[in-house]
């Protein structure tokens, strides 16, 4: 039983295998597929390292946004396709998820940011409890101004994830010390165990549609 991770909608771009005992491979790449015949030569390059033909897959999961338009329609697209010609489910998750899932290890708050337009960032909260992660808002895009302010109004230490450059980082840490800022790049290996997860629960699945939401406070 094998899971085909796909993340061409959040840098750094990656694809991941995993089966019944973990990871058996994950790649990074410099840029997105550029179209959908590029898309499936990485993931045909990918398989082809471990000796695992497509249609050993079982189940396909892929990171439905918010992220990059171009290569998450692309991504997206090949998902389907995929999931389609050889006739096994596919999962979407979204990137705010993915990244929560991923470095949400104890319990506690946790906002993820990832990049919308120029200054404003989609904002997603979290809270994990006895190992259970839950939303605790819906998700919105805010100003840097806007969230920074939020910070502020939490009692509460919170875990900010996402992928920050020195400088942002070493500002944010002086305009908000009470909480921790984490870099947190997005892992496809996480999207591949959410979709053998989801396979192994028996999950409904229909074909994937992204998450363009753009909805400003």
């Known amino acids: 039983m094998f899971s085909l991770g796909i993340n061409f909608a959040v840098p750094p771009f990656s694809l991941a295998l995993v089966g019944a005992n973990g990871l058996l491979i994950e790649k990074q790449f410099l840029s997105s597929a550029a179209d959908n015949d590029a898309c499936i030569d990485r993931i045909a390059e990918v398989c082809d390292e471990v000796g695992i033909a497509l249609n050993d897959l079982s189940t396909v999961g892929c990171i439905v946004g918010p992220g990059t338009y ?10 389907n396709m995929l999931a389609q010609s050889l006739q096994i489910p596919a999962f979407g998750v979204s990137s705010l998820h993915a990244m929560a899932n991923l470095y949400a290890y104890h319990d506690g708050l946790y906002l993820v940011l990832l990049p ?8 997603m909260l979290y809270g994990k409890e006895e190992r259970q992660l839950n939303e605790l808002a819906i998700p919105f895009v805010g100003s840097e101004e806007l969230v920074m302010g939020q910070l502020g109004s939490f009692e509460k230490s919170v875990s900010v994830l996402g992928v920050f450059t020195e400088q942002w980082l070493t500002e944010a840490k002086v305009r908000c010390p009470a ?11 996480v999207v591949a165990d959410y979709a053998l997860s989801s396979l192994k629960n028996g999950l409904e699945t229909t074909p994937l549609k992204p998450y363009y939401a753009y909805e400003p406070v």
Request: proline share 3%.
């Open 179 to 189: 909480h921790c800022f984490i870099n947190a790049p997005l892992r496809a290996q």
């Open 116 to 123: 919308a337009r120029k200054n404003e960032w989609h904002v």
């Open 70 to 79: 171009t290569s998450l329609r692309t991504s997206i697209v090949t998902t």
